[in-house]
């Protein structure tokens, strides 16, 4: 099966409920009075012509998906990496339609090449209080992408699949907060860590289409904020 169909077919799986979570794919609490809905796109595609810098063995080879850095300035989650997506306004027909919208605000991406492949299921963020629904894409017609305000976007980038993949790059994020220690998956690529919320979607996700490659979870990343 190519990249697009086991994605395509993941989708599939998740609507009919035949699939099973992995460890990390588990809803995390939020405030049920006060909650609020979100969306992020998971935007994946052909790689482009920046070629992946693992040259291990890992499939599949030539795909990439966008992620962007946020402003170091910000508030909330300063510095850390994210897919592109927000919170669902109420003119917002669907969370599709908010997190294609978001994209478009955050990256400049031409919203017409991308095909909507599906949901798949929410997940609490829990320091924002948000209801997150992650939208899987395929970008069929790529279009460039950038930062549009750089008050909210330190840079917009396409990032290999198969370097995210690779053991080399992978470690447990690890981050001191009020006397508590919290661990996520991380990858160390494009000069950046994924770690959090991104960082638990993306390792859920290889784990569920049976991407993964086994890697060290003892190796160790401090987060520096």
Not at 12 to 38: C, D, M, Y
Not at 124 to 130: C, K, Q
Request: charged content about 25%.
């Amino acid at each position: 099966m190519t990249a697009l169909e086991e994605l395509s077919a993941l989708v599939t799986r998740f609507e009919a409920g035949e699939q099973q979570h992995s460890a990390l794919w588990e809803k995390l609490p939020v405030i049920p009075e006060t909650n609020r809905p979100a969306a992020v796109l998971m935007l994946f595609g052909v790689l482009d012509d920046v070629p992946a810098e693992s040259e291990r063995p890992i499939a599949p080879a030539d795909l990439d998906v966008l992620l962007l850095e946020r402003a170091h300035t910000l508030d909330d989650h300063p510095g850390q990496v994210a897919f592109p997506g927000g919170m669902v306004d109420p003119e917002d027909e669907s969370v599709v339609a908010a997190a294609l919208r978001e994209a478009v605000e955050e990256t400049g991406l031409d919203a017409s090449g991308v095909r909507v492949l599906g949901v798949i299921p929410e997940l609490g963020l829990i320091r924002s209080n948000f209801r997150v629904t992650p939208v899987l894409g395929w970008w069929d017609k790529p279009s460039p992408v950038r930062v549009v305000d750089f008050a909210e976007s330190a840079q917009v980038f396409r990032v290999p699949v198969r370097d995210l993949l690779d053991p080399a790059n992978r470690v447990t994020a690890t981050i001191t907060r009020f006397g508590r220690t919290y661990t996520s998956p991380g990858f160390t690529v494009n000069g950046v860590l994924v770690w959090g919320f991104t960082g638990m979607i993306l390792s859920g996700l290889f784990d569920e289409l049976g991407w993964t490659v086994p890697w060290d979870t003892e190796k160790l990343r401090d987060v520096d904020l």
